[in-house]
């Protein structure tokens, strides 16, 4: 409908600008997270999961990691909106850049943060994971548990963070 377009429209315009793309190659891509993912109507994608996207990428997720990381959300918490999705990727996106962001060795070579090299280390290294999902020491530094959003999302970003082998990894 005219609202629904309209809204499209606005969100393509903003999100090509984000990451330097044509408003139409925008809506590929979001078309294509919509595909991969439990959110199929229109305005909760263009409500929820959009501003995710780009708020992901303040983090140092890639385009296609963003849309992964909300994807394999949605899909293992059941989330038809987006809502408690885009929350818990955001704070786990956050609890990652907290943690790993000042150490050069999770920096890619632009001096961004390499969110993916973060749980990369977490899925190999068992005591790490377990001082950043229950607290204690982090390179160093004492943190408390990271936040990871809504108790519906924890198994699932457990499991990403648990092996390279998991069907969320």
């Known amino acids: 409908d ?6 499209l429209a606005g969100v393509a315009a903003s999100g090509a600008k984000r990451f330097g793309v044509s408003p ?3 809506i590929g891509y979001l078309q294509q997270v919509a595909g991969q993912s439990n959110v199929r109507e229109l305005t909760p994608l263009i409500e929820n999961v959009a501003p995710v996207l780009s ?5 140092g997720f890639s385009p296609d990691e963003a849309g992964a990381l909300v994807s394999t959300l949605t899909q293992g918490i059941g989330d038809t909106t987006g809502e408690i999705s885009g929350t818990a990727a955001i704070n786990f996106a956050k609890s990652l ?8 060795r999770f920096q890619r070579a632009d001096g961004s943060f390499n969110p993916v090299g973060a749980m990369a280390v977490l899925q190999n290294y068992p005591e790490l994971r377990e001082a950043f999902l229950d607290g204690g020491d982090i ?3 004492n943190f408390g548990k990271a936040s990871l959003g809504k108790g519906k999302a924890i198994p699932t970003i ?3 963070i648990t092996s390279a ?5």
Not at 97 to 104: A, C, L, S, W, Y
Not at 165 to 169: M, Y
Request: aromatic share 12%.
């Open 24 to 26: 139409e190659a925008y």
């Open 158 to 160: 457990e499991a990403l």
């Open 165 to 169: 082998d998991t069907f969320q990894a």
């Open 139 to 141: 390179l160093g530094t």
């Open 97 to 104: 850049r907290d943690r790993f962001g000042k150490d050069e």
């Open 2 to 7: 005219a609202t629904g377009t309209e809204a």
């Open 55 to 59: 708020n992901l990428s303040e983090f």
